[in-house]
């Protein structure tokens, strides 16, 4: 039995719809996670053999000032590990292309972190308790998650098409825009790799492959949508990202070399074209 933490967020509504064995999914209202003397009794009441984690404090302007992003992504994240460490049992955590600077082309697993903001320093802490206090974890470092759930990239942009606003997007962000969906179904092969035997526990990345700027993002996403929206008129303004004054600073380039997770688990990643085809497709 598994326990799925953060039961509304958009990753976790993806893996819902495709895992069909038996889960209990957490939501906040279950499990306030910045209550951390709350953790380890909820955790021992489930006893479950695996725990995954989809919960995060994601607004990583408001992470500048907000203690709940080190509560959320750093201080739970040292009491999730010491339940997992104390019963053995292995811990799926999701991370961020955001602990790294964006200073190099691309990033592996074996590149330096050094994170420009405070939440990629809260998730990277995150990660390093994981790794000081866990045999047994998956970390899987993601990046420009997207879906047709809640709020992201995609849904943002879809509501200014429908309100015919004009569009900003920054050609100076570059990373590889990745489908909740495309990774709710990597996590579940994982799972099933697991309990197969396969025990290479450790740091991967997993990002749909290829890599481009948020404007050529935006571009791809109105064009998509033109069939279903009238976008005609919508005008997309080329900017830097400084123009949007953001409280937290981007890293420039952040694209993740997902090729350890490909090859370890024998997986086909798509490319991020095609995920989000489809994706609009389901919309
Ligand atoms: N979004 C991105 O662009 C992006 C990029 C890179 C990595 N990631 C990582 O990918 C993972 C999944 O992200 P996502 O986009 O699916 O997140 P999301 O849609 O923002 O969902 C966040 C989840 O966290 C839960 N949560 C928030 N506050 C909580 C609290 N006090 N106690 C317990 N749970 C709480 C929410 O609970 P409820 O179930 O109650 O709503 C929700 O399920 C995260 O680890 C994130 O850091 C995301």
Redesign the pocket.
Known sequence: MIVV????????KEFQKIYKEKAIYL???D????RLDKIIPALNKLCPNIIV??????NVDLAEENF?NIL??SLAIKEIANYSSSKDIPLIH?????VFDGSKESYTEDDTPNPINKYGQA?LDGENYIQNICKKYFII??????SRF?E?FLTKVVAMCENKSNLMGAYDLIGSPTS?KSLAHAIKYVIECNKAGNRDFGIFHFSNEGSISKYTFLRKIVSLLHEDINTEGIYIKKVKNSDFNLAAQRPYNTTLVSKKFSENFNYRIPFWEDELKLIIGEI
Do not use: E, M
Not at 5 to 12: E, M, R, S
Not at 141 to 146: A, D, I, N, P, V
């Open positions: 933490l953060g039961k509304n967020g958009q990753l976790a939501s906040s209202l499990l306030d996670l910045t984690n989809f919960t995060a404090y994601n709940n959320l992504n999701i991370s961020t292309d955001y998730k470092r993601t990046s420009w998650l997207y809640g992201n909740a």
